[in-house]
């Protein structure tokens, strides 16, 4: 007989019972017994509450809430996490991040994924350049030198993503409220000057006053490298106007 | 063995929480769910029915005593608690009585109340309840009260621990050794068959 089949027959025992009539008449002298005994009990509704909270926190194994904590900070990270008001050197960055992460994993229009791709990978880049304009002299050298890093990084992947996003041919045009139809023509107003002049012809070019995303990037990067954070953030202001568009 | 879910755990967690308040009713839920178990455990220590049955009110009883009159902070469970009663009220029992150590006698077989087993189910038990009540009053006195609280009642070892006052190491250590023992006396039994 191996040990476990000893401990199968000893696991059998478990169903030797006493008998019923025995348990049932000793329960009534006993329940008589308890009863001719101390006073009434009372527990208050407040008292019960922290009772039955306390016991089903020991009960349950302490594994189990850790898990219960994971899922909770993922699933809140992954639905609320890009709408975290926190830059880079905040905790909860990675939160933000996950959540990004997962809901560009979901994706399967490329052109949209590419888009949301630009937006998230812009809106690093601003919070990085924002980050180390705040950030004084004393600042810690490998953090800065981390946050560089990833600028560049965010800053290729913005590049490499605007074609497929389809933004900077539709956006490197000046907008249409600044024309009118007129019957000579296409009618171009000079932005903010208020004169008009006739078009020559319908396929006359508008004038372009808004720059290629790209070469709005190529800016803010080179102003970003001479260590000219606010410029870069203007410059990065004007792109993300022309990504969003 | 089975191990006991959270659910289960939380009712008993909260039956020993009333009890500390000293709630009657809370006493004769914990009856109801430990009744088996205690009686179960008594009868495999002295081996009498009878007696089993007689002791197994008096362990109730010292135990709503006991809850009365103390706070109940040195028990951990409840079923710590009660075993620990059943434990010295055995004690106690064997200093008056000088019993030898036996199960029933084939005069006064053991009756197995479970309506939901099988025809074979019951010889098998049957069976393996014959191997045990010739061989478990071999076993030494603290052998055998490992094996009846681990593998029968299915007490967790922290609370053997507890019941017995050893540490968890030397209630794993005192297991292998009960049940290396039994398996032996099985053993030669069968060879001498």
């Given at each position: 007989m191996t040990e476990r089949e000893l401990i199968k027959k000893l696991n059998n025992?478990?169903?030797?019972?006493?008998?019923a009539s025995w348990k049932t008449s000793h329960r009534e002298i006993l329940l008589s017994q308890v009863q001719n005994t101390c006073g009434d009990f009372h527990v208050s509704v407040l008292e019960n509450f922290w009772m039955v909270t306390r016991n089903v926190f020991a009960s349950v194994p302490q594994f189990a809430w850790a898990s219960v904590a994971i899922v909770l900070f993922l699933t809140t990270g992954i639905f609320f996490g890009d709408r975290l008001?926190?830059?880079?050197?905040?905790?909860l960055y990675i939160a933000r991040v996950i959540s990004e992460r997962a809901k560009l994993g979901t994706m399967s229009d490329g052109e949209a994924k590419s888009r949301l791709t630009v937006q998230y990978a812009s809106e690093h880049i601003r919070d990085i350049a924002s980050t180390l304009s705040e950030a004084d002299n004393n600042a810690d050298a490998a953090s800065v030198a981390k946050l560089n890093d990833t600028f560049k990084t965010e800053m290729a992947k913005v590049k490499d993503n605007l074609p497929a996003a389809k933004i900077s041919d539709d956006t490197a045009l000046v907008t249409i409220a600044d024309s009118e139809i007129s019957t000579t023509g296409l009618v171009v107003y000079t932005p903010g000057s208020g004169d008009k002049k006739d078009a020559v012809a319908t396929s006359t070019p508008p004038v372009v006053e808004v720059k290629d995303a790209k070469v709005i990037l190529d800016e803010a990067e080179k102003l970003f490298n001479e260590k000219n954070y606010s410029g870069a953030l203007d410059k990065l202001d004007e792109a993300s106007k022309v990504i969003k568009q | 063995m089975t191990n006991r879910n959270p659910v289960q755990k939380f009712k008993e967690r909260n039956l020993f929480s009333r009890l500390k308040k000293k709630d009657k009713d809370a006493f004769i839920e914990a009856y109801d769910l430990y009744v088996d178990d205690i009686h179960r455990f008594v009868y495999f220590k002295i081996g009498n029915k009878e007696e089993a049955n007689d002791l197994t009110s008096i362990i109730f009883l010292k135990t709503w005593e006991y809850i009365k009159n103390n706070s109940l902070t040195d028990s951990r469970t409840l079923r710590a608690l009660l075993y620990k009663v059943a434990r010295t009220s055995i004690i106690d029992y064997y200093r008056q009585n000088q019993v030898v150590s036996s199960l029933d006698d084939d005069k006064h077989p053991i009756e197995v109340i479970d309506d939901s087993q099988s025809v074979i189910e019951q010889i098998n038990l049957n069976s393996d309840l014959e191997i045990i009540r010739k061989k478990?009053?071999?076993?030494?006195m603290e052998y055998r009260e490992v094996i009846i609280m681990r593998f029968?009642?299915?007490?967790?070892l922290e609370e053997i621990a507890e019941v017995t006052g050893k540490t968890k190491g030397n209630v794993r250590v005192l297991l292998f050794r009960a049940l290396k023992a039994l398996r032996e006396l099985i053993e030669e039994q069968n060879k001498n068959n």
């Open positions: 025992l478990q169903n030797v019972k006493p008998d008001p926190v830059g880079p050197n905040n905790s | 478990l009053p071999e076993l030494k029968i009642n299915d007490l967790e």
